[in-house]
């Protein structure tokens, strides 16, 4: 079993209202878990969002606390409800209604990794999803909600931004009428989760850095900023999509040579993301 359920790195003083997060970058795979794969250490890695915990490392750094996933993505998906379970893997569960994601094979427990290629050869036992939800799942999102409400004691108000990468194909296959293609991608749930104002901001930090930046496609946000996205409770929930071809090889899943420099990149606009503060937002907390 992974060795943790999460990672959490927290500023010395909070200053601010932002928690950042990256649910799918876990990347312990112990052996345990990969005995019962059908996929070698390399392809079993095609669905992580990788190194985007690195790419957003610095924000404890500008007063805001960071979490990211100790499981990966291919042993529970955290950006998936507890609830979503799929029938095609799990014994016991009863097909109700249809989600698209959980056909697709992409539920709470996955079924398959990128492209479509299976994980395992048969099903799973109910008591092994439940294990992984109750191990992992829970902890990873009691500590995010615990995070949050910190944040809004604190200040009245919590910013969740949710951070992940996309293929690059995904990316290419989301170009505009002038032909640029997205770098980044925001999520707000076509305006659900969160102020748009403050989602203005956070675009406008993004294209200040000379990044391409387009909402809500391909990609709107998923459970994470659905279920934590509450903007008339003064808590709002972004996602964060970035081509991952900027700064990794993708297919050998490796920093490439721009890594560095994006990585620095990035530490600006974390720094201009973690200073937000939705306008007409007072902090609570006494000084």
């Not at 507890?82 to 016991?92: K, M, R, S, T, Y």
């Not at 293609?181 to 999520?187: A, E, F, L, T």
């Not at 709107?220 to 996205?229: L, N």
């Not at 050998?252 to 306008?279: C, D, K, W, Y």
């Amino acid at each position: 079993m992974p060795k943790v359920a999460f990672h959490v790195y927290r500023p010395e003083v909070l200053t601010s209202c932002v928690v950042f997060a990256s649910p799918h970058s876990g990347r312990d795979y112990p052996w345990s878990f990969m005995r019962h794969t059908i996929l070698n250490d390399h392809e079993i890695r095609t669905s992580e969002d990788a190194y985007v915990d690195r790419l957003f490392d610095s924000a404890q750094q500008f007063g805001a606390p960071f979490i990211k996933a100790g499981a990966p993505r291919a042993f529970v998906d955290l950006n998936r409800s507890a609830e979503e379970l799929d029938p095609a893997l799990i014994e016991g569960v009863r097909r109700v209604g249809h989600n698209p994601r959980v056909a697709s094979g992409l539920g709470v427990i996955p079924r398959v990794v990128s492209n479509g290629r299976a994980i395992y050869r048969g099903k799973l036992p109910m008591v092994e999803a439940e294990r992984r939800i109750a191990l992992y799942w829970r902890p990873y999102h009691e500590q995010l909600k615990n995070l949050l409400d910190q944040s809004h004691k604190e200040f009245g108000t919590a910013i969740l931004i949710d951070c992940h990468s996309m293929p690059h194909e995904a990316a290419a296959g989301a170009k505009r009428s002038n032909g640029t293609k997205p770098d980044i991608v925001i999520g707000d749930r076509f305006g659900a989760s969160a102020d748009p104002d403050l989602v203005d901001r956070i675009e406008a930090a993004f294209t200040s850095a000379g990044l391409n930046v387009a909402r809500n496609t391909p990609f709107a946000g998923a459970y994470i900023t659905q279920h934590y996205g509450r903007p008339s409770r003064g808590q709002h929930a972004i996602q964060i999509e970035i081509d991952r071809s900027i700064y990794m090889d993708e297919s050998s899943i490796r920093p490439n040579e721009n890594f560095g420099a994006f990585r620095q990149l990035l530490r600006g606009v974390t720094a201009e993301i973690a200073a937000l503060q939705p306008r007409g937002s007072q902090r609570l907390a006494a000084e």
